[in-house]
Nanobody, 118 residues
Framework: QVQLVESGGGLVQPGGSLRLSCAAS????????MDWYRQAPGKQRELVAT???????NYADSVKGRFTISRDNAKNTVYLQMNSLKPEDTAVYYC????????????WGLGTQVTVSS
């Protein structure tokens, strides 16, 4: 069955860095747009970063210049490098896979907690 498994979350001090990974299985990874979302307690889930099949990227204004999304299709993995972390970045981060053509299918990971605190 299709699985998206996030890793790399944890506790980090303000100004620190984390690198999130999302490993996909049972899909043709190169056929999917990959996204990172996040959801803080009491807040709506928001799109943080997107990387297309062709490698184009887009970011939420709140993370531009600090976060970088990348993908390695050979490893079926998408990454989110997070630098200069702020307390407002604290959230559960979710990996999302979206197939843009053919049957519209999408998949979610279970999330990984990122906590930015002194």
């Amino acid at each position: 069955q299709v699985q998206l498994v996030e890793s790399g979350g944890g506790l980090v001090q303000p100004g620190g860095s984390l690198r999130l990974s999302c490993a996909a299985s049972a899909i043709i990874f190169g056929n999917y747009v990959m996204d990172w979302y996040r959801q803080a307690p009491g807040k709506q889930r928001e799109l943080v970063a997107t990387i297309t099949i062709g490698g184009n990227t887009n970011y939420a204004d709140s993370v531009k210049g600090r976060f970088t999304i990348s993908r390695d299709n050979a490893k079926n993995t998408v990454y989110l490098q997070m630098n200069s972390l702020k307390p407002e970045d604290t959230a559960v981060y979710y990996c999302h896979a979206d197939r843009p053509w053919g049957p519209k299918t999408n998949y979610w990971g279970l999330g990984t907690q990122v906590t930015v605190s002194s």
